[in-house]
């Protein structure tokens, strides 16, 4: 039995079992006797991480009540901006620092050759608070106590022990939480920063891991951060331009700016997965077959968040790794939470990058009735929601006003622009209605000319053109956007007639065929109660 090991714990790492494809069982465990093998669970053929998401939110809900800014990094990660949270527990303070609480804690530059009875790990603290702390390290020491504190709760709450780097910026204590694992802390004050980057690869730092690192090592031979110091601002922001050279200069001396933003909700909603081997990618059909079991994933997802954190996500990526090429990204609007949609969208998405076969290869028909090729196969693929944005709280009340005026008002339930209610039975009658009666007019009509309207304030349309009043603005949208479902609507009932009837169909006249009442209400109008799910 071989192993797929998507993670290795760090007590089976101390044995020397390393993550790596193809790992026989019986190899590990002779490394580490007492190694236990966990599957996880399987969902849609890939590994099913729900339990670790609501893992992650347990986490995140602890950590939270402790103050503080916090934002969510990833579903294991997050920084949190303990700055005033620090200056009202000083002040609570006589001037006394609890180091016996800090027994987990080291300090980069601190934490090595000295001993009292024993216990390197409280001499690094020791010896870093007795040499006289600084205003900022003695910050840096009641943040450090602060979250042991944290890191106590949070074991006693959940059961889940974690690490922790605290220092003066998120690069910073990023790199520090990695020093010492597992539930451990570390904290690295800016004296100890010069050494720490001496030595340190760029792949050590945040934004340094990926084409920005290749392009600092390539362009300058260099490949350790504390080499850029001996690199002039200017040139650094000739070669990588006005912004990535002013924060190569600042990084490499421990300076980092951006700030930490508030936010306990992810990104991005996403799943991935990879096909080593002979499991990788190698025809058309593939590549649409998993993307389309990602998108079921996704929208299911989708939903679950829209419901729970009244947003919606505007935007969709897809991503691959090209059998011995470089990953790439391609990305698109996402217009609707349906699965059919968001895997042909990715698709059209990905073949249309393929501009250069640098990337990819051209996708040639196949003439046999075998699948089409994919060239170069996929080891990797992957699609994520993003770019989210909050539903105003009047958005799903009003789009319901104008697109369910069949139906009783006390029966009728919100509606968002990405969740639809299910078609009518056929042969239902609605109401002879147009799209445009449910949309209001101004006075003047939405095309008048700036100079007629009296010092009114009103923005152009981006789909028309027409000018419109800010406070009309998002009617507006709805319109343009029931629009473009009835277009869609008249599309589908067309590919759905027999040939014979698509033959006839321009030399008869049926009378309002095509109106919007016809292709409209399928969508909007409700199914009865009688009606099946």
């Not at 070669?239 to 050279?245: A, Q, R, S, T, V």
């Amino acid at each position: 039995m071989r192993i797929e090991a998507e993670a290795v714990d760090y007590e089976a790492r101390k044995f020397g079992v390393k993550r790596r494809l193809g790992l026989k069982v019986d190899e590990a465990r002779k490394q580490c006797p007492t190694l236990e093998i966990v599957r996880v669970i399987e969902k849609r053929g890939k590994a099913d991480l729900t339990k670790y998401r609501k893992a992650s939110a347990e986490v995140m809900h602890v950590l939270s009540r402790f103050g503080g800014r916090m934002e969510r990094a990833s579903i294991d990660e997050a920084y949190i901006e303990l700055t005033e949270t620090v200056d009202e527990k000083m002040k609570e303070m006589d001037g006394t620092l609890p180091v016996d609480q800090l027994t987990n804690t080291h300090v980069v530059g601190w934490d090595v050759g000295e001993k009292v009875e024993g216990d390197d790990k409280a001499v690094g603290v020791l010896g870093w608070i007795e040499d006289g702390l600084l205003a900022a390290n003695r910050r840096l020491a009641v943040g450090a106590c602060l979250v042991e504190e944290m890191r106590r709760e949070l074991f006693r709450e959940t059961g889940f022990a974690c690490s922790a780097g605290i220092s003066h910026n998120k690069v910073l204590s990023k790199l520090a939480c990695g020093l010492h694992k597992p539930n451990q802390q570390t904290v690295c004050p800016m004296e100890s920063v010069p050494d720490l980057f001496r030595t340190l690869p760029f792949r050590k730092i945040r934004n340094l891991g990926g084409k920005l690192g290749y392009s600092v090592e390539e362009q300058l031979g260099i490949s350790c951060v504390g080499e850029l110091c001996a690199f002039e601002a200017s040139k650094l922001r000739e070669l990588f331009g006005d912004k990535n050279g002013f924060w190569l200069y600042n990084v490499c001396r421990g300076l980092d700016n951006e700030p930490v933003r508030p936010r306990q909700l992810p990104k991005s909603i996403g799943c991935s997965k990879n096909f080593p081997g002979p499991t990788k990618l190698v025809s058309h059909e593939q590549v649409k077959y998993w993307l389309l079991v990602f998108a079921e994933e996704i929208c299911e997802r989708l939903d679950e968040d829209q419901a729970e954190n009244n947003r919606i996500a505007k935007r969709l990526t897809v991503n691959c790794s090209p059998d011995g090429r470089r990953s790439f990204s391609r990305a698109c609007p996402l217009t609707h939470y349906d699965a059919s949609r968001l895997a042909d969208d990715a698709l059209a998405a990905l073949v249309k990058g393929k501009d250069s076969r640098s990337v990819l290869d051209d996708i040639k028909p196949s003439r046999s009735r075998g699948p089409t090729p994919w060239a170069p196969s996929l080891v990797c693929l992957g699609m994520a929601a993003a770019q989210f944005e909050d539903i105003p709280s009047n958005a799903a009340s009003r789009i319901d006003r104008f697109l369910s005026a069949d139906v009783n008002p006390s029966e009728s339930r919100p509606l968002s622009s990405t969740t639809l209610p299910s078609p009518r039975k056929r042969g239902t009658t609605t109401p002879n209605v147009s799209i445009g009666k449910f949309f209001r007019k101004t006075e003047k009509g939405l095309g008048e000319k700036e100079g007629e309207e009296g010092g009114r304030d009103r923005i152009a349309c981006q789909e028309c053109g027409k000018l419109i009043d800010h406070e009309a603005e998002q009617e507006h949208k709805d319109y343009h956007f029931a629009l473009q479902l009835q277009k869609e609507a008249r599309s589908a009932e067309t590919s759905k007639q027999t040939p014979e009837i698509r033959r006839k169909t321009p030399r008869q006249k049926t009378k309002k065929q095509t109106s919007a009442l016809t292709a409209i209400t399928k969508f909007f109008t409700k199914r009865h109660k009688d009606e099946p799910a």
